[in-house]
């Protein structure tokens, strides 16, 4: 186990609701990426989340938006529920500097949009 | 921005037998390649890695080989048991960058071991 927890397991949401989902980094790390994985498919990178800003972010829009809090914990915002956002939703930790991409990841939120 | 090519989707071989899994990457500024194994219900778990200024990484039974001329990398598994059927996952990332622009993932190999 990562130590990376996140919650809940899994969602149901119906399409233009907005949803949030939340992650625990592992002890020591201040650093959160979310990913969206689809079925059948390798985790695509949205953001990362370094000192309570975002630090990068992949091809996604603007209705995919974070947070971070003071003890590294993360939240991920959807908002305007599309059915293509249904997918598991990984949280990974890291830590900042010359390892910030070993990322250790949760078991994920799975997030279905009807 | 960076792409990963992965192959094959589905690999099945005998317990006991070797299994090899291969990657290949676009960007040249990739310096950061690591392997994840991803089990039914889970998240990936890192099972090695492997940065630019090295060929070749082992750890018991894996073993990962890049070639950076070529672009590509390799994930070696000897002597196969039944717990190695998983989904593995290539991935590459630039370390150096400033920001942070995440891994790159390939689309996974279903790796089946018959007993």
């Known amino acids: 186990e990562t130590g990376v927890t996140q919650s809940p397991t899994h969602l149901i949401k119906t399409r233009g609701q907005q949803v949030t989902l939340r992650c625990s980094s592992q002890?020591?790390?201040?650093?959160v990426s979310w990913y969206q994985q689809a079925l059948g498919q390798g985790p695509q990178f949205i953001f990362q989340?370094?000192?309570?800003?975002?630090?990068g972010r992949g091809n996604f829009p603007p209705r995919f938006s974070g947070l971070q809090f003071p003890n590294y914990s993360s939240e991920l915002n959807v908002n305007a529920l599309e059915l293509d956002d249904s997918a598991l939703y990984l949280c990974?930790?890291?830590?900042?500097?010359?390892?910030?991409?070993?990322?250790?990841f949760g078991a994920g939120t799975r997030l279905s949009v009807l | 921005g960076e792409n990963v090519e992965q192959h094959p989707s589905t690999l099945s071989v005998q317990e006991g037998d070797s299994a090899v899994i291969k990657c290949t990457y676009s960007?040249?500024?990739?310096?950061?390649f690591p392997w994840y194994k991803q089990e039914l219900g889970k998240g990936p778990q890192l099972i090695i890695d492997?940065?630019?200024?090295?060929g070749e990484k082992k750890d018991q039974r894996i073993a990962v080989t890049l070639n950076k001329t070529a672009k590509h990398f390799s994930l070696h598994i000897t002597e196969t048991q039944p717990e190695d059927s998983a989904v593995y996952f290539c991935?590459?990332?630039?370390?150096?960058?400033?920001?942070?622009?995440?891994?790159?993932f390939g689309k996974g190999t279903h790796l089946i071991i018959q007993p």
């Open positions: 989340y370094y000192r309570e800003e975002e630090n």
């Open positions: 990974a930790s890291s830590l900042a500097g010359l390892a910030k991409n070993i990322q250790y």
């Open positions: 002890s020591g790390h201040n650093t």
């Open positions: 492997i940065r630019s200024n090295v």
């Open positions: 960007d040249s500024a990739s310096n950061y």
């Open positions: 991935a590459a990332s630039n370390e150096s960058g400033g920001g942070a622009d995440g891994l790159t």
